[in-house]
């Protein structure tokens, strides 16, 4: 069973490609998606293609909503959504994505540091699995898919 798995949050890391590879080692029939980790053009996508915005809110605004089509859509599509919250940034989409998965039923991993357990509590609280590491995910997945421990 080809697993798909959206990978949301922090994209100031690598951690999406440990998860990746990590799979991709471990042989398991996954298909990945994410949003797009480009942040200047993640920010910038709406004026860059429906025109310049004087105000910083609108500008933000723009890309925002242009982010969330394609967002919403991945975590839609996907059977296993994975969050990571990182330690240098406040991942407030972060935050929205894992409730949006969550309120859709979708199967929710998480993942954070544990400076971050009791602000992110009741996130964690909605989520199937909790994870420190990438690693720990690959691991998840295995189990998912195959049903075997590392």
Not at 81 to 110: E, H, T
Request: glycine letters at 8%.
């Amino acid at each position: 069973m080809t697993l798909s798995i959206y990978l949301s949050g922090e994209i100031h890391t690598d951690w999406r490609d440990e998860i990746i590879a990590g799979c991709k080692k471990a042989g398991l029939d996954v298909a990945f998606s994410a949003p797009v980790t480009d942040h200047t053009a993640s920010d910038d996508c709406g004026v860059a293609i429906l025109g310049a915005e004087p105000d910083k809110f609108w500008h933000d605004h723009k890309g925002a909503q242009m982010n969330a089509i394609r967002t919403r859509k991945g975590i839609m599509d996907a059977d296993i959504v994975v969050v990571r919250f990182g330690d240098q940034y406040k991942q407030w989409n972060a935050a929205f994505d894992a409730g949006q998965a969550a309120a859709l039923g979708k199967s929710l991993i998480v993942m954070h540091g544990p400076d971050h357990q009791h602000a992110l509590k009741e996130i964690d609280a909605a989520a199937l699995a909790v994870a420190q590491t990438p690693l720990q995910v690959v691991q998840i997945l295995t189990y998912v898919q195959r049903g075997t421990l590392p």
